[in-house]
């Protein structure tokens, strides 16, 4: 039976959650058709809901590799996927005016889903082909218009911890956009927010960019063997981050 505190606790939290968000779509949203490409309005997203989020949450992130990206180029993000945090937690490391590949089951989510919708977000309907398709040909366009793309190609949040197999529909866009690959590891959200809940427990999550991969040795074909190659650098990335958060204590 859980204690009367961490039920107070995950009341509380799941209480913020909804709160921040519900307040800050209305600072975003607001912005959208005042600024080029939604830039103003994505600034608030990295700059002010994001933080604020975690910051409430009781959540740190300890985020190393940013140095090496330039804060105006066109990348497509791939990360290993653990939890809903993920997403402020990319959002609050990133100085760029960057869109996620998210399910569409998340429209659904409310406010949060409305915003996706009008900010243009690329949605994912994996039970239908043709949708899922068009959803990545949004991707490329905006890649292509210098907004770059943060996709989870594990497709879905992780059961057990580990980085479990890829789709290829991100990999076939990679090598239509030929822009670098982004290989980004995270670990520890998934102890702070459980599946299926908007609760979060305080706690650090770290997080590594790795060096972009330029696609210039890729040919077409070559989805597979470039799929493989992102996730060996993010499994091995992942590997070093949960070594380092078990030597300073944070996965007891």
Request: hydrophobic content about 45%.
């Amino acid at each position: 039976m859980p204690k009367l505190s961490d039920t107070l606790r995950e009341a509380f939290s799941t209480g913020f959650t909804a709160a921040w968000t519900t307040m800050c779509f209305f600072m975003v949203t607001i912005p959208l058709p005042l600024s080029p490409k939604g830039a103003f309005s994505q600034w608030i997203v990295r700059r002010i809901w994001a933080p604020g989020l975690l910051k409430g949450s009781g959540i740190e992130v300890v985020a190393t590799g940013q140095e090496r990206l330039d804060p105006r180029g066109a990348y497509i993000f791939m990360s290993n996927h653990q939890s809903l945090a993920d997403v402020p937690v990319i959002f609050d490391c990133l100085p760029h005016n960057l869109r996620f590949v998210a399910k569409k089951e998340l429209l659904y989510v409310p406010f949060f889903g409305l915003y996706l919708y009008l900010a243009g977000y690329p949605l994912i309907d994996r039970r239908n082909r043709r949708e899922a398709i068009r959803s990545l040909q949004h991707a490329g366009e905006l890649i292509r218009s210098g907004i770059p793309v943060v996709s989870f190609p594990e497709g879905t949040r992780t059961r057990d911890g580990n980085v479990g197999p890829f789709k290829k529909g991100a990999f076939v866009l990679a090598l239509e956009a030929r822009v670098p690959i982004v290989p980004v590891a995270i670990s520890g959200s998934d102890r702070l927010m459980r599946r299926g809940r908007l609760a979060a427990r305080p706690g650090t999550v770290r997080v590594h960019f790795g060096a972009p991969m330029d696609l210039s040795g890729y040919a077409p074909g070559d989805r597979d063997r470039l799929m493989a190659d992102v996730r060996e650098v993010i499994i091995a990335q992942k590997e070093r981050l949960d070594r380092e958060a078990e030597a300073a204590g944070e996965r007891a």
